[in-house]
Nanobody, 116 residues
């Protein structure tokens, strides 16, 4: 069983920063990529940032230059540093693990609210 637990969400003013964390536990193996997704009210869940097993990263155009994804393999942690936050960054942020066998794991989500 795999568990992903997010933390670090909250309420912040536009222009501020937050750092999200995701702690992975259980049988997490054969990982192709880990990532952060977000879902705003009335919208589909969308990819924010991903980091692959070789260390390469991928970002949504809307967050490039503002967000940074990183991982700590030793401690099985995933992070998302979010700077220069905008109101449109508001949503529930989910941690994700994609395995090579196409199995996906999700966390329960953490709310990020950016006030303008």
């Amino acid at each position: 069983q795999v568990q992903l637990v997010e933390s670090g969400g909250g309420l912040v003013q536009a222009g501020g920063s937050l750092r999200l964390s995701c702690a992975a536990s259980g049988s997490v193996f054969r990982i192709n990529a880990m990532g952060w997704y977000r879902q705003a009210p009335g919208r589909q869940r969308e990819l924010v940032a991903a980091i692959f097993s070789d260390g390469t990263t991928n970002y949504a155009d809307s967050v490039k230059g503002r967000f940074t994804i990183s991982r700590d393999n030793t401690n099985r942690m995933l992070y998302l540093q979010m700077n220069s936050l905008k109101a449109e960054d508001t949503g529930v942020y989910y941690c994700n693990v994609d395995r090579y066998d196409s199995i996906r794991h999700w966390g329960q989500g953490t709310q990020v609210t950016v006030s303008s």
